[in-house]
């Protein structure tokens, strides 16, 4: 059963990421460089953001302030490093890219991984509730099927031939309607055991504060 949700949210834990210039034309030209620093830091983002910077920036003849920049960004992530944003950012599943300084990392961590925890075990539940969604389907459709196909063998003008070949694949569709209702079964007591992890993690973690 623990294969099968792991399954599932494997499926749904994927990630991306957008495209375009790190900064835009004003941005550069107004040279803010200790701003752009502490946004990168308090969103998480590592120090060499800057080198994306300055190719978005090089197409208009300017280079960025690091010294500025850096000012920024450790002020930034020094912030992001918090445990209650640790917790936060776990919570809706963004990344760590190992940005904390060593006196802040282990707190911050122990919050991530906590919100994390959260995120994965909500993220199950959805995978699973879909998967039923989507096989109930599959199996009402498999139904359909075996009636049209019953219906049909009883047609005058069948060829014996032809006869046969609606029971053959009659018989097929019922062995499909057998799988798919033991799928069925078998998601919806991973949906009650991943409900039931996931309201036993929230109770967990209601009395934890940061």
């Not at 139904?143 to 006869?163: C, D, H, M, N, W």
């Amino acid at each position: 059963m623990r294969i099968l949700i792991r399954g599932l949210l494997a499926a749904l834990l994927l990630s991306g990421s957008g495209g375009g210039a790190s900064v835009s034309e004003h941005q550069c030209i107004a040279g803010d460089w200790q701003t752009l620093g502490y946004r990168d830091g308090a969103n998480g983002q590592r120090s060499t953001a800057l080198l994306a910077h300055q190719n978005a920036c090089g197409e208009h003849g300017i280079v960025p302030d690091r010294h500025g920049y850096m000012l920024g960004w450790n002020d930034g992530v020094r912030e992001f490093c918090e445990p209650n944003n640790g917790f936060a950012v776990g919570e809706r599943g963004g990344a760590y890219y190992n940005v904390c300084p060593a006196e802040l990392r282990e707190p911050f961590l122990d919050a991530f991984h906590q919100g994390r925890s959260l995120y994965q075990a909500r993220s199950a539940l959805t995978a699973i509730d879909r998967a039923i969604v989507r096989t109930t389907g599959q199996l009402e459709a498999v139904k359909q099927e075996i009636v049209s196909s019953t219906a049909a063998q009883f047609s005058g003008t069948l060829l014996p031939a032809e006869r046969l070949e609606l029971l053959a694949r009659t018989k097929s569709l019922a062995e499909e309607q057998a799988r798919l209702e033991d799928e069925l079964v078998d998601l919806e007591i991973a949906y009650v055991d991943a409900e039931r992890e996931l309201n036993s993690l929230t109770a967990s973690l209601a009395a934890v504060t940061y």
